[in-house]
T-cell receptor
């Protein structure tokens, strides 16, 4: 069964600090992996998308990594800001044409 | 950022009634998706739609649900005979291809009483 597991479930960090969120998946065959940011009550917003051949991709203060061998990805947030408070969702496409599997998300809270 | 608009933003309905949720993609992307997110739970894939046909659907997308693009622009999700457990946020998304990033709409909050 295709699964996407994220850790931690929730995280509280001080403004200005860095943090790393983890994503493990069992989706096969693999097509791509995306990280989304979702504010409460809003639609997810894409941060990065990576295919099999990409190891690292950055988008401003967000850097995603992908290890397709171990089926793990991480999202690193640098110099966190209060506006980074949101849920971060790992989404893997694969295991069937256009089939997408969402992770349960990591709820990040940045405090002053 | 490319936009997807959804209407209504909030729909309240009685159990057993039919609802139609609408999605209006701004550009001419060909791939459309519907997702559901029950309060406090993860986003769940419902269906993908390409070239006016369903290309993939999940186990959730049973006979109660249907999608269509009636006028070549709006993309609709119809839920027949709604149940209490259909209460959720419903998100529409679009992409230029099945491998590109998907742009999500703001969602429709459906409340079934």
């Amino acid at each position: 069964k295709n699964q996407v597991e994220q850790s931690p479930q929730s995280l509280i960090i001080l403004e200005g600090k860095n943090c790393t969120l983890q994503c493990n998946y069992t989706v096969s065959p693999f097509s791509n992996l995306r990280w989304y940011k979702q504010d409460t009550g809003r639609g997810p917003v894409s941060l990065t998308i990576m295919t099999f051949s990409e190891n690292t991709k950055s988008n401003g203060r967000y850097t995603a990594t992908l290890d397709a061998d171990t089926k793990q990805s991480s999202l690193h947030i640098t110099a966190s800001q209060l506006s980074d408070s949101a849920s971060y969702i790992c989404v893997v496409t694969g295991g069937g044409y256009q089939k997408v599997t969402f992770g349960t998300g990591t709820k990040l809270q940045v405090i002053p | 950022e490319p936009e997807v608009t959804q209407t209504p933003s909030h729909q309240v309905t009685q159990m057993g009634q039919e609802v139609i949720l609408r999605c209006v993609p701004i550009s001419n992307h060909l791939y459309f998706y519907w997702y559901r997110q029950i309060l406090g739970q993860k986003v769940e894939f419902l269906v993908s739609f390409y070239n006016n046909e369903i290309s993939e659907k999940s186990e959730i997308f049973d006979d109660q649900f249907s999608v269509e693009r009636p006028d070549g622009s709006n993309f609709t999700l119809k839920i027949r005979s709604t149940k209490l457990e259909d209460s959720a946020m419903y998100f529409c998304a679009r992409s230029g291809s099945s491998y590109n990033e998907q742009f999500f709409g703001p969602g429709t909050r459906l409340t079934v009483l």
